[in-house]
């Protein structure tokens, strides 16, 4: 009797987790890929946060899908009507920054013809995502924290101060603890944003979802392309599940589509991609010292987030957790 109470409990509890996650697809607008344990726990996680308005700190590495939790949030909460707004805390020099987030009013400086709302009013009534948080310049942190302790806000060269009402997602790839230790983030601005803390898996953690990843990214391309009849062989399935992706899911995103754009359409062979130093195969021997190898991969990865943003700098190193000059140092170093 005591294991038929039990298993109808667990049974329930399994049900309700998966009309929640079905509630949470349809509010999102797409479905969220992976049947991993660690994924499907974080998921479990945001699906029960996202009604309730509390600041969460997202955690993980760069190209783990931090932006979809964050839009998950969004979208399952009483701001869904609202705007969903991403602010790239790296993506932007300092002296740009605090216009941007906060506004500026007409004459604040040269050039300033006109007001500029900012990220955290455009965002008033939604969410504003703060990705890579880690980079906000410390010198903004006290305006930051004051927005999110009162609700006010002060453009610059403005006498007038306004108040939004905005829930704030934050992400980053960086040890928050150790920044605030180390003194380069503010512990009161820390303590504000991490109420909650989620950690997004890296795609080592969730192997089993490869070949449901890259299946769906390969069909995703193909019907962008215009070719019919995309598929993936068994070989080359597991080959990409075999394969280190130190650039997560948006790296496989990346390799899948460009063997599809690649091809006529059809089913792809494991011949059809050769792994690169981003993702060689495991035991693979590579040629060259240990730092020379290290130089190959950052030369890898910094070439294909370029090329995957269009040549966009600066977005270039938004995604790969960078700040500009870091990327542009990197870049003219390994050149």
């Not at 009797?1 to 409990?9: F, K, Q, S, Y």
């Not at 946060?49 to 969460?56: H, I, N």
Request: hydrophobic residues 45%.
């Amino acid at each position: 009797e005591l294991e038929g109470v039990l298993a109808r409990a667990l049974e329930l509890g399994r049900l309700r987790r998966e009309a929640r996650r079905a509630a949470a697809e349809g509010a999102l607008g797409r479905p969220l890929i992976g049947q991993a344990p660690a994924f499907r726990k974080v998921v479990d996680q945001a699906v029960r946060l996202a009604p309730r308005d509390v600041p969460v700190l997202v955690y993980g590495q760069t190209g783990t899908g931090k932006e979809l939790l964050a839009a998950l949030l969004h979208a399952g909460s009483a701001r869904a009507r609202g705007p969903l707004v991403r602010f790239s805390c790296a993506a932007i020099t300092e002296s740009l920054a605090e216009s941007e987030l906060f506004g500026h009013g007409k004459g604040a400086f040269t050039g300033a013809t006109a007001a500029h709302r900012g990220y955290f009013a455009r965002a008033h009534g939604g969410t504003l995502v703060l990705d890579e948080i880690g980079e906000l310049p410390l010198a903004l942190q006290p305006k930051l924290l004051r927005a999110l302790q009162s609700g006010e806000l002060q453009p610059v060269g403005a006498a007038d101060v306004e108040h939004v009402d905005v829930r704030v997602v934050a992400c980053t790839h960086r040890d928050l603890r150790a920044e605030v230790e180390a003194g380069r983030f503010r512990a009161d601005l820390y303590y504000r944003l991490s109420v909650v803390e989620l950690t997004m898996p890296p795609l080592e953690a969730r192997r089993s979802d490869i070949p449901l990843l890259a299946t769906v990214f390969a069909q995703s391309a193909g019907g962008r392309f215009g070719l019919e009849g995309v598929s993936l062989s068994t070989e080359l399935l597991e080959v990409l599940s075999a394969a280190p992706w130190p650039g997560n899911v948006r790296e496989l995103e990346n390799v899948v589509t460009r063997l599809v754009a690649l091809s006529d359409g059809g089913r792809l062979e494991a011949s059809a991609w050769t792994p690169t130093a981003g993702a060689a195969s495991p035991g693979a021997p590579r040629a060259g010292t240990f730092r020379e190898q290290v130089e190959q991969l950052e030369r890898t990865l910094l070439t294909e987030a370029l090329a995957s943003a269009g040549g966009n700098q600066s977005e270039a190193a938004r995604r790969l957790g960078l700040s500009r000059a870091t990327f542009l140092d990197k870049l003219k170093r390994l050149s």
